[in-house]
């Protein structure tokens, strides 16, 4: 599948202002696997496929957690997580996605996981960084993206769990988890 017929086939799934960061991830995804030697090619239908599932209804993302025995403790956190996991999964099913490493940088999307490939670092930074993205720390992340992909990882983590402490929600285990590994390897 080529770059039009990928963004042919997750237009249908998404709101245009989702469309429109699709692009901006794709994009930036392309330019951060360059940057750090990753594959350009898997970088950019990763992106491309990263919210595939963002707008499925909450309830169907909940039965094919259980259905396909994904972590049930997703379920006890926010439903934000969900997307990720369901995506990759839908991605194989109805786009025919198969290649493991894409499938993974989309399930992990959102939590990182201890042990993230390139890839996975690049798709999750791309998603954090992207050009239409506007809040507290994003040019941060941004210029630390310029030379270090780690060092942008972590803050973007770092970003996001001081965000949800702020709003007294949940962090998720696998993202802590993931913080402490990433740390850990400096």
């Not at 086939?9 to 699709?22: A, M, N, P, S, W």
């Not at 999307?109 to 670092?121: A, Q």
């Not at 941060?140 to 060092?151: F, Q, S």
């Amino acid at each position: 599948m080529n770059r039009e017929e990928a963004l042919a086939c997750v237009k249908e799934q998404l709101t245009e202002h989702r469309y429109i960061h699709t692009i901006g991830v794709t994009d930036t995804a392309v330019i951060l696997a360059g940057r750090f030697g990753a594959d350009t090619k898997k970088a950019e239908m990763a992106a491309i496929f990263h919210d595939y599932a963002k707008f499925r209804p909450k309830e169907e993302m909940k039965q094919i957690i259980v259905r396909e025995k994904m972590p049930a403790e997703l379920l006890d956190y926010n439903a934000e997580l969900w997307h990720a996991p369901v995506g990759a999964y839908l991605a194989e099913k109805e786009a025919g996605i198969t290649d493991p490493e894409i499938l993974d940088a989309i399930r992990y999307h959102t939590s990182g996981r201890p042990g993230m490939t390139l890839l996975d670092k690049v798709i999750y930074v791309a998603d954090y960084i992207e050009p239409g993205r506007h809040f507290p720390g994003v040019e941060e992340v941004r210029r630390l993206a310029e030379t270090d992909l780690n060092e942008a990882l972590i803050q973007a983590m770092k970003n996001t769990m001081i965000f949800l402490m702020k709003k007294n929600q949940p962090v998720f285990p696998e993202t802590f988890a993931t913080y402490n590994w990433l740390v850990s390897q400096k």
